[in-house]
């Protein structure tokens, strides 16, 4: 079992600049890879970045460019920098963590935390 403790969400104008942070629990050393989603009203979940054991990142289009994931390994924390904020980026976001136990895998996901970006 993994879990996975969020922060750093709130209200920013659009231009703006936040950090989000996920601390993880319990099983980490079975953790292959974790990310962030976000899930915006009316609209399904997508992936946002994601970062490997490997320190590989993966980034949705969207966001190149302006976001970057990054986690330190002593702390067993995972950072989302969000720079240039758009009205768009709005959304509940979602820390994932994707383990790998004798070939099973499993997600394991935060309580999720709000971004609004408005003026």
């Known amino acids: 079992q993994v879990q996975l403790v969020e922060s750093g969400g709130g209200l920013v104008q659009p231009g703006g600049s936040l950090r989000l942070s996920c601390a993880a629990s319990?099983?980490?050393?079975?953790?292959?890879?974790m990310g962030w989603y976000r899930q915006a009203p009316g609209k399904e979940r997508e992936l946002v970045a994601a970062i490997t054991s490997g320190s590989t990142t993966n980034y949705a289009d969207s966001v190149k460019g302006r976001f970057t994931i990054s986690r330190d390994n002593a702390k067993n924390t995972v950072y989302l920098q969000m720079n240039s904020l758009k009205p768009e980026d709005t959304a509940v976001y979602y820390c994932?963590?994707?383990?790998?136990?004798?070939?099973?895998?499993?997600?394991?996901w935060g309580q999720g935390t709000q971004v609004t970006v408005s003026s």
């Open positions: 994932n963590a994707h383990t790998i136990v004798a070939l099973t895998t499993n997600d394991y």
């Open positions: 319990g099983s980490i050393f079975s953790i292959n890879a």
